[in-house]
């Protein structure tokens, strides 16, 4: 059935938008206020634009219950939404930190999960991940050049294959944790080189990444989440070099200076003394926090 939309009166198109703007204007919070009324404006002038039909409004509001339906404890499809239409790393570029010399953010992604188990400096993440051993270490300072002992950094990725723990049957931890930096604000760590791997396809951004001709896959990196006091928290990716995803990231997340060389290296004795009998992988990344007015 062919669909008609009817250009109406300018005057009551604007008096409807009017009208709900208009409602907000007794919220006792500024911030809400502003928010919900702009969002308003915008909205309605994004329908106006395209002469929204009932049809596609009516598409619109499955495709957001279909994320709903999908989202649990493990899975946020509204994040995952959020990253494929370029708006978390909006949010990220709004926000970013003012101070120069401050290591890049990135997008969190829909995989964090609170909790980490704890590892000692030079501990093992990998948990049984599969993939090639890989060691990653750096130092924690702040923009003065301060090293930040103690320094809380959890650390999450996806293994081999490309699935993050979470996304496997049972509760099974690996390719995640949590450590301290030493007192002169190094850390170090094994875990498994990572991988690409396409974001979740099999719901409601899935098909919308098919329908408009987009791929889903990320290039391989590492998450990290850096906390300590006084600083601002960091949230930010390491990158492969090298990587064939690094130009096409389905969810915008690459930066420049977040880009390392991995090193790879034969079998034999890695840094902590720790003998390798396969192949096995090393980066540095070096993490500077910006400081708390």
Known sequence: ???FTHDAPPGREQAVTDEVVASFAGAPDDRLREIVQSLTRHLHAFAREVRLTEREWAAGIEFLTGAGHITDDKRQEFVLLSDVLGLSMLTVAINAPAAPEATESTVFGPFFVEGAPEVPLGGDIAQGAKGVPCWVSGSVRSTDGSPLAGARID????????????????????GRGRLRAGAGGEYRFWSVRPSPYPIPDDGPVGRLLAATGRGPMRPAHLHLRVEAPGHRTLV???????DPYLDRDAVFGVKDDLVVEFAEHPPGTGPDGRELDTPW???????VLEALE
Do not use: K, L, P
């Not at 996806?158 to 690996?174: L, P, S």
């Not at 930010?236 to 090298?242: K, N, Q, R, S």
């Not at 992988?281 to 993490?287: E, G, L, T, Y």
């Open 1 to 3: 059935m062919q669909e």
């Open 155 to 174: 650390v999450w990725e996806a293994d081999e294959d490309g699935f993050y723990d979470v996304q496997y049957a049972g509760d099974r931890t690996a």
């Open 236 to 242: 930010t990716h390491i990158f492969v070099a090298g």
């Open 281 to 287: 992988a090393s980066a540095r990344f070096d993490i």
